[in-house]
């Protein structure tokens, strides 16, 4: 079984930074994507940035240049999201996903309870 928990969430100002972390507890496939989503208020789930476990990235256009992902393995395995430049707009709950990829064949799915970040003026 695989748990993930995410920690990191907090109120900040406008301009300020702020580093998400998640920590993947069990054995993920080895062949993974580790991703941030968030959902605003009102809004549907959105992906904010993944990493392949062959260090491709992905980011959403609303966060390119702001918002970094990065991944470790040891001690734990863990993926962080480091947000610079932060806005309003980017207040979200922030949800980890962990998931297992065997070509086009997931190779089970996880998800955190998330952590709420909240950006005011």
């Known amino acids: 079984q695989v748990y993930v928990r995410e920690s990191g969430g907090t109120s900040v100002q406008v301009g300020g930074s702020l580093k998400l972390s998640c920590t993947i507890y069990g054995d993920l496939f080895s062949s993974n994507v580790m991703a941030w989503y968030r959902q605003a208020q009102g809004k549907e789930r959105e992906l904010v940035a993944s990493m392949t476990s062959g260090g491709y990235e992905n980011y959403a256009d609303s966060v390119k240049g702001r918002f970094s992902i990065s991944r470790q393995s040891v001690p734990m395995k863990a993926v962080h999201l480091e947000m610079n430049n932060l806005k309003p707009e980017d207040t979200a709950v922030y949800y980890c996903?962990?998931?297992?990829?065997?070509?086009?064949?997931?190779?089970?799915?996880?998800w955190g309870k998330g952590t709420l970040v909240t950006v005011s003026s």
């Open positions: 996903n962990a998931k297992g990829t065997n070509g086009r064949v997931t190779v089970g799915d996880y």
